[in-house]
């Protein structure tokens, strides 16, 4: 039924959370927790949730996924917090909340698979343990420059650069210390995957789009009509049939007709994609429901 649906019900039953926002409380929540095991528990928790080398080798594969809400200080929780939500904000309101979790975690896996692949034949410089959210974040960046390339971002806080520019030289920068690794804590293999997986996502997504079949042309929808005899009239009449209005069809057909479409607009590409006219209907659609079940 219609009112099942999330985006239909009552304002008080609606999470209204964007999922950019969820993300990074989760990530809070985590560090909060990454502390205070340090101070008084001890367990070994980058051994098991941390992306590692050994952790690969020995199974944890659920590292690919964990290691994206552990961090190594407040520090470098505070940027990849930031970048979520400048990023993510605008991502998330472009291509709608499921497909912004699939490219945030897409783009984490991604700079973590690199990460862990380099480590395999140099173990001295990728082999350590990888902790963060920046693959992911770099992933979001690499997305906003693609959709927006002209967007401003400002550097450490107060250079403004264009989007497209700033980038290319994360990108390169990641790429040269992959090539000429140096003696730091900085995962540039991880940002580096990450980027790729943001650009794999946004062509591969245009293909999958390009050749999808249209929806509802079902078998059952094409079959020839049947021809049948009617008897001739007096009087011909020429007048075109009068168009069924919304308030003449049943809720029924309304939904059918009027509301489905919007609700798979909204499962590709978010609410916030929605013209003011496609909102006046689901509030309609919504009128009438609620008038068929005052009649029940």
Partial sequence: MLEDRSYMRDPMFRWN???????????VVVFALQEINRAYLGFPLERYLALSHEGLRHGYLWQLFTFQFLHSGLWHLAFNLIGIYFFGRFVEDRMGRVRFLQLYFLCGTCGGLLQSLLGWPFPQHFGGQVVG?????????????????????????????????????????TLFYILVPAETNIAHAAHLG???????????????????????????????????????????????????????????????????????????QGIHSLTPREREILEAARTKMENRNRED
């Fill in 133 to 173: 959210a920046s693959a992911g974040v770099y992933g979001l960046l690499t997305v906003f420059a693609l959709l927006d390339p002209e967007g401003v971002i400002l550097l450490f806080f107060f250079l403004p650069m264009r989007a497209k520019y700033f980038v290319a030289i994360a990108a390169a920068v």
């Fill in 194 to 268: 990450g980027i790729l997986g943001g650009v794999a996502f946004l062509h591969w997504k245009a293909i999958l789009e390009r050749f999808q079949p249209v929806r509802g042309l079902t078998r059952s929808r094409l079959r020839a009509r049947e021809l049948m005899r009617v008897p001739a009239s007096g009087r011909a009449s020429w007048r075109r049939p009068r168009k069924e209005s919304a308030s003449d069809l049943s809720a029924t057909d309304f939904i059918s007709r009027e509301v489905d479409p919007i609700l798979d607009k909204i499962s590709k």
């Fill in 17 to 27: 959370w964007p999922a950019f926002m969820v993300l990074m409380g989760a990530n």
